[in-house]
């Protein structure tokens, strides 16, 4: 028998003569075993239904796919049969619970192209395509793609989970309350935020290795006390949440966050280290104190930020009223930020008088904010938030230019103290601002003391010592301001030479009252003369004050009972009248709050 290429006769324009019945059969072995190399390198498993819906071949990669053995059926077995044998199909084509494989075997015989996505017995994911052919039966294609969905699930777990704590982050967090208040809440549901009090101090005292592992076991806690009713997250460095979606009402989430703070705060041993810290907690309530995540997040960091506020270790609902203190601080971050360009700032200086024999030695620069609205502002109240905002650089750079340009138009060798904020050490430009500062006012740098408090010695040790020493190498000196106040005075004496330590006023305070406070005062003035380093008592507004102090050997004092914080014009009148008798001083200087006389002056 002759066969004919239908698609050249169809192309009329040639005949090539008939094949023989032999090239026929060789032909058609050719194709089969050209079909057959390409079968069986698709990496997809693949077989053909016949009309019938028997299988009429497939490639070892199906047979794989499927746990079949080439010879476990015959080709023109019902291709539902041969699935049936299958391990990997079996359970599921016998069990309603998993309609997915009633899906596979509706689509097999459907008439029009169909995927679907199948998770087998085994756990193995297929991706199976069923394509009908114009002739009668199907191609079906099955693809692996177990490891795909095992990366696509990892990078999802990886996206909405903390990589140390392994805990959910803000992220996924956001998505299960938005769910959680996207429903009817019977109860309500309650949001918590925990920030971990001196987390800090650990990291900077015990390195970042600690801190990790630390976190790692405080997400454990959190997670324990949490087991039964709620989501925990980690929201940020040392921040965690707690979303609670039963039982919110306020007693019971109370004892909840007291018992949280509690366990929170146990020691932590770890690796051979001791470690204690506390928890801060802010609550905010659904759906009274939010109806959506952003109200109800931002109403959580309040309540947080009012906890801290309140001194740390203890825990707050929030409350309308936060909201307002809120916004009356940010009307005053508004304010602070243009007073430099403003020209707000100005300078106070209040003697510091030395007391063998007694004379001044020169005057410490106090920042004042002269604001339109406010009035004279104390740098209590606004230098933390100028901290926070990152305004003391500029503000400490003014101060310094400032107070060195005033002192040298006082009498040598009197000098100006000025005082320095953590931030200004953690700016990088503190030697070249002092610098400058003395550059350009040409006052001698031995008639600079630079005051720093301890908090300053808690934030990077290293890089704060090495910055005091390049400050001591430019002649200025450096006193330790408020001492005693923090947990580890006497160890930040021996870790940097110290020109001077400024007894805090509360030891000067307790004078005559608390025998402790004597004692302190007993105790630092004898370290101070072994280490040769000079002393000033501040807070200073009594006789009794004074006499002791000059009988427990201090070297100089600073207080009301001389003078209080004088505007700078007032310096030149002040040294003066120092030099009369006490009578004729007392006239000349009235003594008056500088706030008010600032205030009066403006008046005039
Ligand atoms: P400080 O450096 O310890 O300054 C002494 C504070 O005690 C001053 O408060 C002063 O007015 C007050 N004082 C002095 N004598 C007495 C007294 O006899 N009795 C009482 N009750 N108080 C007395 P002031 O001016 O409100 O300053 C408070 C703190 O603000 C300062 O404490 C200092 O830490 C900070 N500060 C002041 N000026 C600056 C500045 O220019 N930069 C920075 N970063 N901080 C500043
Ligand atoms: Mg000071
Ligand atoms: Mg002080």
Request: aromatic letters at 6%; proline letters at 4%; hydrophobic letters at 40%.
């Amino acid at each position: 028998m002759n066969i004919t290429d239908s698609s050249r006769v169809h192309a009329g324009e040639f005949q090539e003569p008939s094949l023989t019945r032999e090239q026929m059969i060789r032909e058609l072995t050719v194709q089969q075993d050209r079909l057959k190399v390409i079968l069986e390198n698709i990496p997809q498993g693949i077989c053909f239904v016949d009309e019938e819906g028997n299988l009429a071949a497939c490639n070892r990669t199906f047979l794989n796919l499927v746990g079949l053995a080439a010879d476990a059926f015959e080709h023109g077995k019902p291709y539902v049969d041969v699935l049936s044998d299958s391990p990997a199909l079996r359970d599921q084509m016998g069990s309603n619970e998993q309609p997915y494989a009633a899906d596979y075997f509706s689509m097999v015989s459907l008439k029009t192209r169909a995927t679907a996505e199948q998770r087998w017995f085994d756990h193995r994911v297929m991706s199976i395509v069923h394509q009908p052919l114009s002739t009668g039966g199907s191609i079906e294609t099955f693809d692996d793609i177990t490891e795909s969905r095992r990366a696509d699930a990892r990078i999802a777990h990886v996206a909405t989970h903390d990589a140390l704590t392994d805990l959910p982050n803000r992220d996924l967090l956001r998505r299960q309350i938005e769910e959680a208040l996207s429903h009817e809440i019977p109860d309500g549901c309650a949001l918590m935020y925990i920030d971990l009090d001196r987390f800090k101090n650990v990291n900077d005292t015990l390195g970042h290795e600690i801190g990790d592992v630390l976190l790692q076991r405080v997400a454990e806690r959190i997670s324990q006390h949490a087991s039964n009713c709620v989501v925990v997250a980690r929201i940020g460095g040392d921040e965690f949440a707690v979303l609670i979606r039963q039982d919110v009402e306020h007693g019971h989430v109370s004892m909840f966050a007291e018992r949280l703070i509690c366990g929170l705060s146990d020691s932590y041993t770890i690796r051979g280290h001791n470690v204690v810290i506390g928890a801060s907690i802010g609550i905010a309530i659904a759906p009274e104190d939010g109806a959506n995540w952003a109200e109800l997040a931002k109403h959580a960091d309040l309540a947080l930020y009012d906890a801290k506020s309140a001194g740390r270790g203890c825990y707050r609902f929030f409350d309308v009223a936060m909201e307002r203190s809120v916004q009356a601080e940010r009307a005053l971050s508004l304010e602070l930020q243009q007073a430099i360009g403003r020209h707000e700032f100005e300078l106070c200086y209040q003697p510091l008088v030395n007391l063998h024999p007694q004379r001044i030695n020169g005057f410490e620069a106090l920042l004042r904010w002269r604001n339109p609205k406010r009035g004279i502002v104390n740098p209590g109240e606004f230098v933390p938030l100028a901290e926070e905002l990152g305004l003391i650089a500029p503000i400490g750079e003014w101060v310094l230019r400032h107070a060195c340009w005033r002192a040298t138009r006082w009498p040598e060798p009197l000098r100006v103290s000025v005082n320095l904020s953590v931030a200004q050490f953690r700016a990088n430009g503190l030697v070249d601002a002092v610098a400058s500062a003395l550059r350009e006012s040409g006052l001698a740098p031995h008639r600079l003391e630079l005051e720093i408090t301890e908090s300053m010695m808690l934030d990077d040790t290293q890089a704060v010592l090495s910055v005091l020493h390049r400050l001591r190498r430019m002649g200025v000196s450096i006193a330790m301001d408020d001492f005693g106040t923090g947990y580890s005075s006497l160890s930040y004496l021996k870790m940097f030479p110290f020109d001077r330590v400024k007894i805090d006023q509360s030891f000067t305070r307790g004078i005559g009252q608390r025998p402790e406070a004597e004692a302190v005062i007993w105790a630092v003035m004898g370290i101070c003369k072994s280490l040769g380093i000079d002393s000033t008592a501040e807070g200073v507004e009594t006789n009794a004050q004074l006499e002791f102090l000059s009988s427990a050997g201090c070297n100089e004092a600073q207080g009301y009972l001389f003078s209080r914080p004088r505007p700078e014009q007032e310096i030149e009148r002040f040294l003066a009248a120092w030099e009369l008798d006490e009578s004729s001083r007392a006239a000349l200087l009235p003594e008056r709050d500088t706030v008010q006389g600032i205030a009066q002056e403006d008046v005039s």
